[in-house]
């Protein structure tokens, strides 16, 4: 059983757990000469990633929300791991910013879904940039 001294201790670990999938993925995939790609989603509740109009923050922020405390602590960690992951030749792209300048209505829940606009911007990010 694992047991941590500090919430930040256990989001590091969690985030590095998860990059050492991420790595092993990517190398197996290689060996079989596929393309392996780790994007880490936007997310609404990462500090400065959206500008939210009143709508979309009626639909989509929850300040009691069960996620937003994780993704505000995990996230910083996820992001840092995917720095190493991009180090070790691993196709990592940290999505959390791409909306950063855009105002369009693009969540539709709480948790994070995106509005079919926002899912297509997502697609076309990825299958452009790659």
Known sequence: MYKFKS??????DLARNLSLSSLQMSTIT???EFEY???LQPNHYVNNSKPMSDEEKANAIIEKHPYRKGVIRGYPELINEGKWLIEKGV?????TQMFASN???LYRDPCCHLNQQGYGLVIKKIVHDN
Request: hydrophobic share 40%.
């Open 7 to 12: 919430k930040p201790e256990f989001y590091a």
């Open 30 to 32: 290689r060996a079989y």
């Open 37 to 39: 790609f780790h994007c």
């Open 91 to 95: 196709n990592f792209y940290d999505l």
């Open 103 to 105: 105002t369009a209505i």
